[in-house]
Structures are given as structure tokens and as C-alpha cells.
T-cell receptor
Framework: KQEVTQIPAALSVPEGENLVLNCSFTDSAIYNLQWFRQDPGKGLTSLLLIQSSQREQTSGRLNASLDKSSGRSTLYIAASQPGDSATYLCAVWNSGNTPLVFGKGTRLSVIA | EADIYQTPRYLVIGTGKKITLECSQTMGHDKMYWYQQDPGMELHLIHYSYGVNSTEKGDLSSESTVSRIRTEHFPLTLESARPSHTSQYLC????????????FGPGTRLTVL
């Protein structure tokens, strides 16, 4: 059974720092991997989707990488801002017809 | 931007009442999902559907029921609300094939007194 782990569970950084959030999964036979952002009391916002054949995706200050063989993905946030404060969740698809498996998230606080 | 809607956004209701949480999407997605999430806690999948007349139970046992009569609509019903049902309910959808990117609605925060 696929398990997704996110480390650290919480992270606090000063504004302007570059930071990396980690996601690991136990079954490397994934279809794709998706990173989300969730603000308190809100729904999830899709940030980046990486297909299994891809190594990375970029959107603005965000860059997500995928290493299927080692069962790892990282989300890199450049020049962090207080508005980046949120919980970041990683989720994997094992095939096109199974539900996403989510990690528990990393709660990020960017201090001005 | 994802076109997935949930109503109501907030609901406070007494024990024993029947409630239906609405979820609609205009993207023509075949797959739809319901998640339950307590504040600060992880997501739990409670129901999903891969198309009209298809519904499946998720990982977390739930006393709720769902129906999928139309592609765009996936309502969740609680026949008799209890305080233990107090939580946030999130609806999501994705295409059946292709990239399978999943989109979420804004959520319904339910409080049962």
C-alpha cells in the first residue's frame, strides 16, 4: 500500500530565504505527483503536477522535482514571502484509476 | 482556475437533522471525490465516483452517502447529523484520463450542535 511522508511537519523561516520541502513515497510505480497549497480553513490549490516521465516542473518561484527511483520529490520555494505561509501537501497517483494518496503536509510559516 | 463549487460554505445545524452538501463542477470531469478534514489534521477520503451511477467508499468509514446522477453534480448527504460529524468537507474533481490533475472546491465547514 502506497504511503506518502512529508518532512518536516512544520517549518518557520525568515522572509527572503530559499527553502525545500520534502516528500517521499514507498511505491515508486507512480503515475504522477501533485503539490498543493492549503490556507487555514480553505480548500486545496493545485501548485504543480509532475508526470512520471518528467523530472521537474516550474511555476514562478516554485520548482518541484521528482526522482521516482528513490521515491522522492522536493518543492523548492525561492525568495520566500509571508504570503507563502500555508500548509503544503504532496500527493501521488499510483495509476489513473486510483484515488490520490496524500501526505500529512508541511506547515510553513514565513516571518517578516 | 478550477471551476468547482460547494454550497453552503458554512452550516450550523442541530443534532438529528438531515443535510445535503452540494458540489458541482463545470469542467466535465468524470472523477469526483469527497474528503473530510478536521482543523489542522490530514485529509481523509470518504467517497469517490468515476462517472455517472458510479460511487465508491473511501479509506475513512463515513455515515454519509453520495449519489452521482449527473456528471457535474456529486452531493453528499447525512441522514441524521451528529456532533461527531462536525468537520470540513472538501469536494474535488479530475479528468478520467490525461494528466489527472485534481482540483478542489472551497469546502463546507459543518458544525453540528
Amino acid at each position: 500500500k502506497q504511503e506518502v511522508t512529508q518532512i518536516p511537519a512544520a517549518l518557520s523561516v525568515p522572509e527572503g530565504e530559499n527553502l525545500v520541502l520534502n516528500c517521499s513515497f514507498t511505491d515508486s510505480a507512480i503515475y504522477n505527483l501533485q503539490w498543493f497549497r492549503q490556507d487555514p480553513g480553505k480548500g486545496l490549490t493545485s501548485l504543480l503536477l509532475i508526470q512520471s516521465s518528467q523530472r521537474e516542473q516550474t511555476s514562478g518561484r516554485l520548482n518541484a522535482s521528482l526522482d521516482k527511483s528513490s521515491g522522492r520529490s522536493t518543492l523548492y520555494i525561492a525568495a520566500s514571502q509571508p504570503g507563502d505561509s500555508a500548509t503544503y501537501l504532496c500527493a501521488v497517483w499510483n495509476s489513473g484509476n486510483t484515488p490520490l494518496v496524500f501526505g500529512k503536509g508541511t506547515r510553513l510559516s514565513v516571518i517578516a | 482556475e478550477a471551476d468547482i463549487y460547494q454550497t453552503p460554505r458554512y452550516l450550523v445545524i442541530g443534532t438529528g437533522k438531515k443535510i445535503t452538501l452540494e458540489c458541482s463542477q463545470t469542467m466535465g470531469h468524470d472523477k469526483m471525490y469527497w474528503y473530510q478534514q478536521d482543523p489542522g489534521m490530514e485529509l481523509h477520503l470518504i467517497h469517490y465516483s468515476y462517472g455517472v451511477n458510479s460511487t465508491e467508499k473511501g479509506d475513512l468509514s463515513s455515515e454519509s452517502t453520495v449519489s452521482r446522477i449527473r456528471t457535474e453534480h456529486f452531493p453528499l448527504t447525512l441522514e441524521s447529523a451528529r456532533p461527531s460529524h462536525t468537520s470540513q468537507y472538501l469536494c474535488a474533481s479530475s479528468e478520467l484520463a490525461g494528466g489527472n490533475e485534481q482540483f478542489f472546491g472551497p469546502g463546507t465547514r459543518l458544525t453540528v450542535l
